[in-house]
């Protein structure tokens, strides 16, 4: 992208949308193209819904970023942009597929020899990826929690008062959004989204709940 407005976003998702189809939710950061008017009135003439990862919690859109962070380290070894895609294009992920063969069904040729048999159009078995990927996602979580020593955390009721720790001033909750753990807050200077994680009740009774919890659920 040449530039970081809405009218450039909208011209390349309209180049991908045209390759691949319309897919039913676009997922995104809360960068001002994403969160424009003109970029709304584009999902809503396509169909698709749009999706915001939670503001000031990275962790929201990590798989994003780590895929940036690996597009990153390509380029900084390889100079010609189009190289640094194949080799990223071809190149098996933890479910023993490559992306391109997740897009298209087969492997694509490279500078590497290969036998043209390997090149053939094979469609994979999607329910047995979508089950490896589940599991791979739900071993992540576990090992994460575990080394974090993270504690699960209720959902707050509609109405609720808290305090925001990305946010100077306190805020009452409106409603839970269609994202994952994300909250739409009332503040004095108006409506914001966070992340549960961001939204902090009172802290002596809640985290000593929350810790009982946690134990009895390793126990």
């Avoid at 739900?138 to 080394?147: G, H, M, P, S, V």
Wanted: proline share 6%; glycine share 4%; charged share 25%.
């Amino acid at each position: 992208m040449k530039k970081k407005t809405a009218t450039e976003v909208r011209r390349v998702l309209k180049s991908i949308f045209s390759r691949h189809g319309i897919p039913e939710r676009v997922r995104s950061d809360n960068g001002p193209p994403f969160d424009s008017g003109e970029y709304l009135h584009f999902a809503n003439e396509w169909g698709f819904k749009v999706r915001h990862s939670s503001p000031k919690y990275p962790q929201s859109n990590g798989e994003v970023q780590r895929a940036v962070q690996t597009i990153k380290r390509l380029l900084k070894k390889e100079k010609e942009k189009e190289k640094a895609l194949l080799a990223y294009r071809s190149t098996p992920l933890s479910c023993a597929y490559s992306p391109a063969e997740l897009l298209m069904g087969r492997k694509i040729r490279t500078t590497v020899p290969t036998f043209h048999k390997l090149l053939t159009p094979k469609w994979h078995d999607l329910i047995k990826l979508q089950e490896h990927e589940a599991q791979s996602k739900l071993q992540q979580q576990k090992y994460f929690n575990t080394r974090h020593c993270a504690m699960p955390l209720k959902q707050i009721p509609q109405g609720t008062e808290v305090h925001i720790s990305t946010h100077p001033e306190n805020g009452v909750v409106k409603t839970s959004t269609e994202s994952p753990r994300q909250y739409e807050v009332e503040t004095p200077t108006g409506v914001i989204k966070r992340n549960r994680v961001q939204l902090l009740l009172n802290a002596t009774v809640f985290s000593s709940t929350a810790r009982k919890n946690y134990r009895a659920k390793r126990n």
